[in-house]
Nanobody, 123 residues
Framework: QVQLVGSGGGLVQAGGSLRLSCAVSGLTGRSYVMGWFRQAPGKEREFVAAISWSTGSTFQADSVKGRVTFSRDNAKNTVYLQMNSLKPEDTAVYYC????????????????WGQGTQVTVSS
């Protein structure tokens, strides 16, 4: 059974940083992609960034480009999303998700989801 546990959200002032974590269990092999999505109140869920576990390649949405970086702890099967220079418009519930195969930005292509973690950026 695949499980994703997301954490690391919180309240931060504009310009600050947060590191989100997503611990994965139950996956076999290494050909999968972890994506991060977010949903702000009253808005649809949108893609933030993704990383290929096997190749390390990443892709970021224009809204966060240059402000987020990935790191991972293979021993813990955990991926970290470091978010810097946070803006009030980054306020949302952030979700990690996993799919097997190539890097994609559509949430419909992700099979497994973690619970959301709230990120609130005050101005």
């Amino acid at each position: 059974q695949v499980q994703l546990v997301g954490s690391g959200g919180g309240l931060v002032q504009a310009g600050g940083s947060l590191r989100l974590s997503c611990a994965v269990s139950g996956l076999t092999g290494r050909s999968y992609v972890m994506g991060w999505f977010r949903q702000a109140p009253g808005k649809e869920r949108e893609f933030v960034a993704a990383i290929s576990w096997s190749t390390g390649s990443t892709f970021q949405a224009d809204s966060v480009k240059g402000r987020v970086t990935f790191s991972r702890d293979n021993a813990k099967n955990t991926v970290y999303l470091q978010m810097n220079s946070l803006k009030p418009e980054d306020t949302a519930v952030y979700y990690c998700a996993v799919r097997k195969g190539t890097l994609q930005t559509s949430e419909n292509l992700y099979e497994y989801w973690g619970q959301g973690t709230q990120v609130t950026v005050s101005s």
